[in-house]
């Protein structure tokens, strides 16, 4: 009898002439705090989509804005991921974080007052972006990588 592969054997072994080391939840909350860009990903009529977002992160949830047409909004985002990495390839050196949970719509009057009131970039994408999306992590998983020398 065999037994099935360990899914998440990519962020437990490193490559040749490299390192790697798994982070906190807390480490991967500070480091996604650092970046203003990252990729949520869903499944859209069977395939997966990917889309890069403009996000802050506050109490630990992501936030980002889209529009309520566009296709991040009329989406299945019960078990969506987000993506979040830093490279720095003259040092060869970087962290990625994956946040696993719901995206849902904020609809609370209070949080979005709050929201609204942060300073923070605008979305990339044209047109108006007025929806915020909250994106609570149920699993959070990150690594720290670079060279052994």
């Not at 003259?90 to 990625?96: E, K, L």
């Amino acid at each position: 009898m065999t037994t099935a592969p360990n899914r998440d054997a990519y962020w437990e072994s490193p490559g040749a002439l490299r390192t790697s080391e798994k982070l906190s939840s807390s480490e991967c909350w500070a480091l996604a705090a650092t970046q203003q860009t990252g990729r949520i990903g869903f499944f859209r009529g069977g395939l997966l989509d990917i889309f890069p977002v403009t996000y802050f992160v506050m109490d630990e949830h992501v936030y980002f804005r889209t529009s309520a047409d566009g296709t991040i909004a009329t989406s299945y985002l019960d078990h969506a991921a987000f993506q979040i990495d830093h490279v720095d390839r003259d040092a060869q050196n970087g962290w990625t974080i994956l946040l696993n949970g719901p995206a849902t719509r904020v609809e609370d009057p209070e949080l979005l007052t709050t929201l609204w009131g942060k300073a923070v970039d605008e979305p990339w994408a044209p047109n108006q972006r007025d929806l915020f999306y909250e994106l609570a992590s149920t699993h959070v998983r990150g690594r720290r990588f670079g060279t052994t020398h």
